[in-house]
């Protein structure tokens, strides 16, 4: 692995119930592979009062505070506005990697412009499964999790984060980016039981479904495809 001088631990909360886990796993992994590391919290409304007692009780957490719901995407690029480390490492704090996932993460850092990881082995859920392939299609991606909430990027990549109205997830779409604009990625396995999987949601995945290709990205061939399989799998459902 490389050293990592400074990381930027940022981390979009829109709830609190797991924040006081979140930080604890991304602190035990940032004080062993981290020279200098800070923790900032982009809390929403209802995790506005862990995140207080969190940024409180720990003298390295800062938290930024809304007031009023806000996507994953506002509140990423909130926290990075007041980021001051070279690289960062970015989660959601509702479905916290364990301390391992992360510090495999950051012990795979050789240099990369952006580094994810990839659960091993994939969840099985047919709409979890239907929900990636849409992404790769509509992101022109190569990443094998998209959904996957966890990454590490040089901090001035993070003007590759979406706004508000981009459907994908927030970390995908950097990393779809940065893989276009011929930045180094790299991706690797991460033990599956390690990391939560937030279900996939019917409206998010219709909102893909709703949306081309990325611009800047060749319209993917195949993506009618994976339309068809998830309307044949909604059906089903009801």
């Known amino acids: 692995m490389s050293v990592i001088k400074t990381l930027s631990v940022v981390m979009y909360a829109g709830d609190g119930a797991r924040l006081e886990q979140a930080?604890?796993?991304?602190?035990?992994?940032?004080?062993?592979?981290?020279?200098?590391y800070e923790i900032i919290i982009a809390a929403g409304p209802a995790a506005?009062?862990?995140?207080?007692?969190?940024?409180?009780?720990?003298?390295l957490v800062h938290a930024t505070y809304h007031a009023q719901p806000r996507r994953p995407s506002y509140l990423l690029r909130d926290a990075c506005s007041l980021i001051s480390g070279d690289l960062v490492l970015a989660i959601d704090a509702a479905a916290p990697p364990s301390a391992l996932a992360i510090?495999?993460?950051?012990?795979?850092?050789?240099?990369?412009?952006?580094?994810?990881?990839?659960?091993?082995?994939?969840?099985?859920h047919p709409?979890?499964?239907?929900?990636?392939?849409?992404?790769?299609?509509?992101?022109?991606?190569?990443?094998?999790?998209?959904?996957?909430p966890l990454a590490?990027?040089?901090?001035?990549?993070?003007?590759?984060?979406?706004?508000?109205?981009?459907?994908?997830?927030?970390?995908a779409h950097l990393y779809?980016?940065?893989?276009?604009?011929?930045?180094?990625?790299?991706?690797?396995?991460?033990?599956a039981q390690s990391i939560p999987v937030r279900p996939s949601g019917v409206a998010e995945v219709a909102a893909l479904m709703a949306q081309g290709p990325a611009r800047g990205a060749r319209p993917a061939l195949g993506a009618l495809a994976v339309v068809a399989s998830l309307w044949l799998l909604l059906r089903r459902r009801r």
């Open 176 to 191: 779809a980016v940065a893989r276009r604009r011929n930045y180094v990625t790299g991706q690797i396995a991460l033990p």
């Open 23 to 36: 930080v604890s796993a991304v602190t035990v992994a940032a004080a062993r592979y981290s020279l200098d």
């Open 127 to 148: 709409l979890h499964h239907a929900h990636t392939a849409l992404l790769r299609r509509v992101l022109a991606s190569d990443q094998d999790d998209p959904l996957l």
């Open 103 to 124: 510090e495999r993460l950051l012990a795979a850092y050789h240099g990369q412009d952006v580094l994810v990881g990839r659960r091993t082995p994939a969840p099985a």
């Open 48 to 59: 506005a009062a862990a995140a207080a007692r969190v940024a409180a009780a720990r003298p």
């Open 152 to 171: 590490l990027f040089r901090a001035e990549l993070a003007d590759l984060l979406p706004g508000d109205g981009e459907p994908a997830p927030p970390l």
